[in-house]
């Protein structure tokens, strides 16, 4: 059996800080902007010289090659032209395929990473589910739902003559009675569920994940931390389909022990031994303090 020490773990985290004598030696990140702390936990560091600065580095050259020239214009068109730092970091591991974890603050615009590569693998022509979104509330699926639809939209769709991406909000509290219909009718290239509602429609053969080569978890901290979600999500991640056949990505702004899950996701096999740590730090820590004001209003 093999056996994984915590320090053989391949974390990759970045701050603001600059220091231009540390870089590591993966390829594709050589126009990477500006020279990054990364660090490693294990020894594996190379210095490499990095030149174009990241505030030129734009959505649109990340994306270039892996999504389709409407995802991107529409991205553009709602104001999504700059990278957000886990983007820029993200995109390039995501887009060759390696399984991650997405570990960055709220708000800091993982979720629309992990979509951009969603929309880059699957095929709208093929009519079978090929990536899944896991969700811990309804709340989070219907945004996560909203935003997926709203890049996939294909204005040119009825001239082309080509299918859209079709995207379904699998939820809880949600009309399962039509979904099925749907499931049996047209399977849906994208699904985005909580983990009650998916569990039902698995149990029923009514949807299957053979055909699923990107799952996604998100808010992974707490679905490991819900005793409702935790055995169903391990099934999930498990049994449906290998992750030798998929891509895996976990996303969360919060992993409290983020060595002992990487451990885990290895030991597992909830991803590949190859998983990446994408960390990437606040830039602006929280205040220390804050100070409340009052205005008094005589009436
Ligand atoms: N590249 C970008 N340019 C401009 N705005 C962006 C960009 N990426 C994301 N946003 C916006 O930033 C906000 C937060 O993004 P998002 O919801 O993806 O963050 P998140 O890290 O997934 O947060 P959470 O941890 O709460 O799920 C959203 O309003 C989104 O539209």
Known sequence: ?????????????WTSSINPNVTYRTPKLLFYPKPLRVSFSSSNVETTTLTKDSSTTTLRELCYGHV????????????????????????????SGRDCVLHAQTGSGKTLAYLLQVLSVVDSQRSAVQALIVVPTRELGMQVTKVARMLAANPSEH???????????LLDGGMLKRHKSWLKAEP?????????????MLEKHILKLD????????????????SKEVSSLKRLLTSYSSSKNR??????????????????????KW????????HVNSVEPMPSCLHHRFVVILS
Request: proline residues 4%.
């Open 1 to 13: 059996m093999a056996y994984f020490s915590a320090t053989q773990l391949q974390t990759l985290s």
């Open 68 to 95: 389709q020239e409407h995802v991107i214009r529409r991205a553009e068109e709602v104001g999504y032209v700059i990278p957000t730092e886990v983007q820029l970091q993200a995109l390039p591991f995501l887009f």
């Open 159 to 169: 001239e082309s003559g080509l299918k859209s991406c079709t995207v379904m909000a």
């Open 188 to 200: 849906p290239t994208i699904v985005v569920a909580t983990i009650g509602s998916l569990c039902q």
């Open 211 to 226: 055909t699923c080569q990107v799952l996604v978890v998100d808010e992974v901290d707490f679905m490991f931390n819900s």
């Open 247 to 268: 891509q895996t990505i976990f996303a969360s702004a919060s992993i409290p022990q983020h060595r002992r899950f990487l451990y885990d996701c290895m030991q597992q």
């Open 271 to 278: 991803t590949r031994a190859d998983v990446v740590h994408v």
